[in-house]
């Protein structure tokens, strides 16, 4: 069973930093990809941050050499390092993965996080 499971989210001052984890129940060398999304209030799930199994990266442009994200493969976990934080960051932050094989209990290769809240505000 896939689970994953989002931590870090927190109230910052605009200009300042936060990093986000997201830990998953088996090896991250079991995914396609596992990513973040942001979803604003009032606004659509967005992709923020894509890492691939062999490390590609993509960002949306809103956050381009603002946000980093990394993994760390022994601790089964994924991060998003999150710097020069404006107020149009803030909303719910979700964790997603694609698995490279279909997960046998839930019959989908797609999961989600129950999402971490980041709310940026002087």
């Known amino acids: 069973q896939v689970q994953l499971v989002e931590s870090g989210g927190g109230l910052v001052q605009p200009g300042g930093s936060l990093r986000l984890s997201c830990e998953v129940s088996?090896?991250?060398?079991?995914?396609?990809?596992i990513d973040w999304y942001r979803q604003a209030p009032g606004k659509q799930r967005d992709m923020v941050a894509v890492?691939?199994?062999?490390?590609?990266?993509r960002y949306a442009d809103d956050v381009k050499g603002r946000f980093t994200i990394s993994r760390d493969d022994a601790k089964n976990t994924v991060y998003l390092e999150m710097n020069a934080l404006r107020p149009e960051d803030t909303g719910v932050y979700y964790c997603?993965?694609?698995?490279?094989?279909?997960?046998?209990?839930?019959?989908?290769?797609?999961?989600w996080g129950q999402g971490t809240q980041v709310t940026v505000s002087s």
């Open positions: 890492l691939t199994l062999g490390l590609s990266k």
């Open positions: 088996k090896s991250v060398s079991s995914f396609s990809h």
């Open positions: 997603h993965s694609i698995l490279l094989v279909r997960d046998r209990l839930s019959g989908t290769d797609e999961h």
